[in-house]
């Protein structure tokens, strides 16, 4: 069956900081990978997609993911965080059919001054 | 143009009464999705339209829930007999075509006494 793990429930990084937000998946063909971003108060917001080619995808907001197929992995990154970018992170599997999605239970980001 | 929507914004209603959220998704947008998101957990799958057309209602939890939508724009979701188990966000979202990207509304929370 399918399924996406964020490891990390919650992460403390201070403003300035790097940034790796863990997501594996688990599913039988090559999947198309979300991130998604909710802040508080806010809805959900699409911060980077891979659906094929170059395995390093670049996002908004000076994100970035590589997906790692040998490691079932789709990593977030950011070199520097911000204040701003405190909230609740999704990691995301589309089915190729794109009938299905399936998120992870999300990580909760907070980021000290 | 407008973002998704859905109404109501909040719900607080008896266990066992019947309700209905409904959302009305970007305008053009062919594909509309509704997710469940409990206390601690991520967003789960529910249904999906194109155009008006649901072809997998697996994803719903049981029978009490329904959806439809008509005229390839609003969407209804309807839950009968709740229970206090449904009390979650009711998040929808609407995309130009299936996997393109998903502009999620702001959700209805649903409270079951």
């Known amino acids: 069956a399918q399924s996406v793990t964020q490891p990390d429930i919650h992460i403390t990084v201070s403003e300035g900081a790097s940034l790796e937000l863990r997501c594996n998946y688990s599913?039988?063909?090559?999947?198309?990978l979300f991130w998604y971003v909710q802040s508080p108060g806010q809805g959900l917001q699409l911060l980077l997609k891979?659906?094929?080619?170059?395995?390093l995808v670049q996002g908004i907001k000076g994100f970035e993911a590589e997906f790692k197929r040998s490691q079932s992995s789709f990593n977030l990154r950011k070199p520097s965080v911000h204040w701003s970018d405190a909230a609740e992170y999704f990691c995301?599997?589309?089915?190729?059919?794109?009938?299905?999605?399936?998120f992870g239970t999300g990580t909760s980001l907070t980021v000290i001054p | 143009g407008a973002g998704v929507s859905q109404s109501p914004s909040n719900k607080v209603t008896e266990k066992g009464k019947d309700v209905e959220l409904r959302c009305d998704p970007i305008?053009?947008?062919?594909?509309l999705y509704w997710y469940r998101q409990s206390l601690g957990q991520g967003l789960e799958f529910l249904i999906y339209?194109?155009?008006?057309?649901?072809?997998?209602k697996s994803g719903l939890p049981s029978d009490r829930f329904s959806a439809e939508r008509t005229g390839g724009s609003v969407s209804t979701l309807t839950i009968q007999r709740t229970q206090q188990e449904d009390s979650a966000v009711y998040l929808c979202?609407?995309?130009?075509?299936?996997?393109?990207?998903?502009?999620f509304g702001p959700g209805t929370r649903l409270t079951v006494t």
């Open positions: 995301a599997v589309g089915t190729r059919a794109g009938n299905q999605f399936y």
């Open positions: 979202a609407s995309s130009y075509s299936m996997l393109y990207e998903q502009y």
């Open positions: 599913y039988g063909a090559t999947p198309y």
């Open positions: 891979y659906f094929s080619g170059d395995t």
């Open positions: 339209f194109q155009g008006n057309s649901a072809p997998d």
């Open positions: 305008s053009g947008h062919t594909a």
